[in-house]
């Protein structure tokens, strides 16, 4: 089975500094990797995946992520934030060839405060 | 192309009744897989389908229960509903690679009295 902790379930950070946002892993087989992010009352927007290849892979609004397989770990990163990026981050995993079905963590509140 | 929609947006239901909701995925995409997420729980894994068939399936009791239409619109039935149902319930579409990439609609926030 697979399972995913996100170490922080809350992160409070000043505008304009870096943030970055903490996802273990774990699983007996290879997955596919993914950020999420969520805002207030919406669905869940896709930040950023890692399916193979380089393991920094690069997302929408200025995030980026680095796959570790020795430490089963896919942190988020942002090197300034902004008070737009305030909302919920999901870190999920799914299955090399097994479809749809994703597993989630718990999710990290950024709250970026001016 | 236009994204997930959902339908509908709220609802608002008693103890024992029923309640379906439907989904239509990004135009292409065969694959519909629906999650639940409340405070407590998070954000869990109902089922997943896949032209028409059941593909993945999540450890909900049988009052939960999904099809998939030709079209690939899909709709989930809660049968019998519990305080405990009320959650946000969002539908994802993704192609037909495998790879989990998955694409969300807005949600039916549902409510149980």
């Known amino acids: 089975a697979q399972s995913v902790t996100q170490l922080d379930s809350q992160v409070p950070v000043f505008e304009e500094a870096p943030v970055e946002l903490r996802c273990n892993y774990s699983?007996?087989?290879?997955?596919?990797l993914f950020w999420y992010v969520q805002y207030p009352n919406q669905g869940l927007q896709l930040l950023l995946k890692?399916?193979?290849?380089?393991?920094l892979v690069k997302g929408i609004n200025g995030f980026e992520a680095e796959f570790n397989k020795s430490q089963t770990s896919f942190h988020l990163r942002k090197p300034s934030v902004h008070i737009s990026d305030t909302a919920e981050y999901f870190c999920?995993?799914?299955?090399?060839?097994?479809?749809?079905?994703?597993?989630f963590g718990q999710g990290t509140e950024l709250s970026v405060k001016p | 192309k236009a994204g997930v929609t959902q339908t509908p947006r709220y609802l608002i239901k008693t103890r024992g009744q029923q309640v379906t909701l439907s989904c239509s995925p990004i135009?292409?995409?065969?694959?519909v897989s629906w999650y639940q997420q409340t405070p407590g729980q998070g954000l869990q894994f109902l089922f997943e389908?896949?032209?028409?068939?059941?593909?993945n399936k999540g450890n909900f009791p049988g009052r939960f229960s999904g099809r998939q239409f030709s079209n690939s619109r899909s709709e989930m039935n809660v049968s019998t509903l519990e305080l405990g149902d009320s959650a946000l319930y969002l539908c994802?579409?993704?192609?037909?690679?495998?790879?989990?990439?998955?694409?969300f609609g807005p949600g039916t926030r549902l409510t149980v009295l």
């Open positions: 389908y896949f032209s028409e068939t059941q593909r």
């Open positions: 999920a995993v799914s299955v090399y060839n097994q479809g749809g079905k994703l597993i």
């Open positions: 994802a579409s993704g192609g037909s690679g495998g790879r989990g990439e998955q694409f």
């Open positions: 135009s292409g995409h065969r694959s």
């Open positions: 699983s007996s087989v290879s997955v596919y």
């Open positions: 890692y399916l193979s290849g380089s393991t």
